[in-house]
Structures are given as C-alpha cells and as structure tokens.
C-alpha cells in the first residue's frame, strides 16, 4: 500500500517512514463472516487486525472456518491469489491463523 500523506496523529505531511508487515503477526480486532458476497470458498471472513508494534488493516482470511477466527485470534500474512481474469492472475495480502 502507498504510504498515507499525511499522519492522522501529529498532522506532518509527507513525512512517513516505511513500515513492511510482512513478517509481523497480528490480532483479530473484529470480524465478521460474509456468506452472501461472491468468494471462491464461502463463506468470506474479514478481519480487522492490529498488526504487533503497530499498524490495522482489513483483511481477508483464508485457510480457516468460521468458528476458527475470534476477537483475539492471533493471524499472519500471506500472499495469495485473488481471482484470474482474461489469463491475468491478481494477487494481493490475506491472513490467516498463526
């Protein structure tokens, strides 16, 4: 993801630093389980997670079922395909339990 702008807790502009999550695990701040939204594996779980040292994003899980996935559940990244169309596969972050 391009880094924001601008920081939502002191005001700087353009004065980020990189942070790669790529390796840090996290926590399931909430959830919720989507079993009408179009997914190649229903039902579609999305979590909230707070990554450990900082940082939240909503995510999707995969390799996991719905009674796996609770407030507190401990996740880590994963890159994963998304869907494919006209012979173009499409990646992107999931999670999924540690």
Do not use: Q
């Not at 996935?69 to 499409?90: A, D, M, P, Q, S």
């Amino acid at each position: 993801m391009p880094p924001r702008r601008v920081c939502v807790g002191c005001g700087a502009v353009d004065d980020m630093d990189r942070a790669p999550l790529a390796d840090r695990p996290g926590t399931v701040a909430t959830y919720t389980v989507d079993r009408l939204a179009f997914s190649p594996s229903p039902p579609m779980i999305d979590v909230v997670v707070d990554f450990d040292g900082g940082g939240r994003y909503t995510l999707e899980v995969t390799d996991a079922a719905p009674e796996e996935i609770e407030i507190g559940t401990r996740l880590k990244l994963t890159f994963r395909r998304l869907y494919t169309t006209g012979g173009v596969h499409n990646y992107f972050w999931k999670v999924r339990p540690i």
